[in-house]
């Protein structure tokens, strides 16, 4: 089995510039996108997600001209999210050099335009992000529900069902990222990771959680992920990418070492 | 000295042009023009999606003679990336059967659905990812990269030529062993995506700009 792992190291961005604290020795704007991919590309990463965050309409044309200024200088695959509501969203991005894009309240508001998206630019470059929540009380089945906006709103609607529903509807990838677990650093809900990468067919990236390396080596081996997401660990220099890579090697997961 | 990146209207080109541009002094435009497609000294082509969808927008941009014509020409380098390489084979079966260019002799099939690796995974269709490139025979557009390199795949379908000679590269995926670079003459074509593969894959598009087959 040759197909390595990925990581995915993933920045939130507003108004084209990196927030929520990157650090990095060495780097002298730590704000600038293109300097954090480079570093990222440097170390090996496997491609790169940015979740724009940016408030206001009016000033999305700067994730637009972030995203054409890495994709001259970076070249992986590069991942957006976050606010995508319309084909045209999604080709302005797609133009601007980002490969995939990800789609995530939209989908639960509108599903029909998950299919639309994937007929118009074809399932590869369409991730549907799944923000799950385990809802089943200790020591029953266990069970989890989508929720939206951060994980406040309930929808009613079963993970591992509505990941299947994605996928039919022409989803290419999975972003999965455990409400409960996210910004605890306790690890990855490794249940509900599990239950939906051995629900459907294509990739899933594990998200929400990341405290340490071995974290991401359960999310492969016991949660089945194809990729692992994290953000803080590899902002603060805590860990490279490379770093984390030859751990995960270490524990004999294929890896792209570089 | 241009390249020219055919835009028959299928999938994101702004990719390839800008891994292009990083590597290449020639300047790179993305173009239906056929004039433009002619005059240039470079092709590449390239593709994604539904390879009938590919086929068909091909033909309503009435680029199909085009490229067979450069295709015959032993002269002008041509890359073939990803449904671009499919599309050089006799037919895929993808969308129920589809005529394709018939450059090369062979078929583009589908990974079988239900494969696992060792440790009983269940291998995900799309192969997406970083997978090794077995280099099976010499050419030019591997020169400084080693055998056994990642390169960056987002695909269903992959070719399987008939004849060993028009074999380049090899990657293997569950039980299925992926002619993933294939080509003939003046022409090149993989199934991964060398403008998204690093610096693995910026070597071979530089090897392409100064390839003179």
């Known amino acids: 089995m040759n197909l390595a792992k990925r990581i995915i190291p993933c920045l939130d961005v507003d108004r084209g510039r990196v927030v929520k604290g990157v ?22 990463a496997d491609e790169i997600t940015f979740l724009d965050i940016t408030a206001s309409h009016e000033a999305r044309g700067t994730t637009i001209e972030m995203v054409s200024r890495i994709a001259g200088e970076v070249f992986i695959p590069l991942t957006v999210g976050g606010g995508i509501r319309s084909c045209d969203n999604i080709r302005a991005l797609l133009n601007a050099g980002a490969d995939k894009v990800s789609i995530n309240t939209a989908a639960v508001t509108n599903p029909d335009f998950v299919q639309e998206a994937a007929e118009r630019f074809g399932s590869q470059c369409i991730v549907v992000a799944i923000d799950a929540k385990r809802v089943s009380a200790e020591g029953e089945t266990p069970r989890w529900e989508i929720f939206t906006h951060g994980g406040r709103n309930p929808t009613g609607l079963d993970a591992v069902e509505w990941a299947q529903q994605m996928v039919n509807y022409g989803a290419g990838e999975l972003l999965l990222t455990s409400m409960d677990r996210d910004g605890t650093k306790a690890g990855f809900d490794i249940g509900v ?21 071995d974290h991401l080596v359960a999310g492969v081996k016991d949660g089945g992920a194809d990729a692992v997401l994290a953000a803080s660990i590899f902002h603060f220099s805590e860990y490279t990418v490379q770093q984390a890579k030859e751990h995960m090697a270490a524990h004999g997961i294929t890896m792209r070492l570089g | ?25 020639e300047r790179v435009t993305i173009t239906r023009d056929a004039r433009a497609i002619k ?18 927008e091909l033909e309503r941009t009435e680029l199909t003679g085009l490229v067979k014509e450069l295709l015959a020409d032993a002269n002008k380098p041509l890359l073939g990336i990803c449904v671009g390489q499919q599309m050089l084979m006799d037919k895929s ?8 260019l018939g450059y090369l002799p062979g078929r583009v099939s589908r990974f079988n659905a239900d494969m696992h690796d060792a440790q009983g995974e269940r291998l995900k269709v799309p192969h997406m990812g970083w997978n090794q490139v077995h280099q099976h025979h010499m050419h030019p557009l591997w ?31 569950g039980d299925h062993r992926a002619h993933i670079a294939t080509g ?17 894959g910026l070597k071979l598009l530089s090897n392409f700009v100064h390839w003179s087959p």
């Open chain 1, 23 to 44: 650090n990095f020795v060495g780097i002298r704007d730590a704000g600038d996108p293109v300097e954090v991919a480079k570093r990222y590309n440097e170390q090996n």
């Open chain 1, 193 to 213: 990771t599990r239950a939906i990468s051995d629900a459907v067919s294509v990739p899933v990236i594990a998200s929400g959680g990341v405290g340490n390396l």
């Open chain 2, 1 to 25: 000295m241009t390249i020219a990146i055919i835009d028959y209207g299928m999938g994101n080109l702004h990719s390839v042009a800008k891994a292009l541009e990083h590597v290449a002094e």
């Open chain 2, 39 to 56: 005059g240039a000294t470079r092709i590449v082509l390239p593709g994604q999606g539904a390879i009938r969808d590919c086929m068909s």
């Open chain 2, 93 to 100: 079966e993808e969308n129920g059967g589809v005529r394709c």
């Open chain 2, 143 to 173: 020169e400084g990269i080693p055998t056994g390199e990642r390169f960056y795949f987002v695909h269903s379908y992959y070719v399987a030529a008939e004849r060993d000679e028009h074999v380049f590269g090899i990657t293997e995926y």
């Open chain 2, 184 to 200: 003939r003459d003046a022409v090149f074509a993989v199934q991964f995506h060398p403008e998204k593969s690093a610096g693995a």
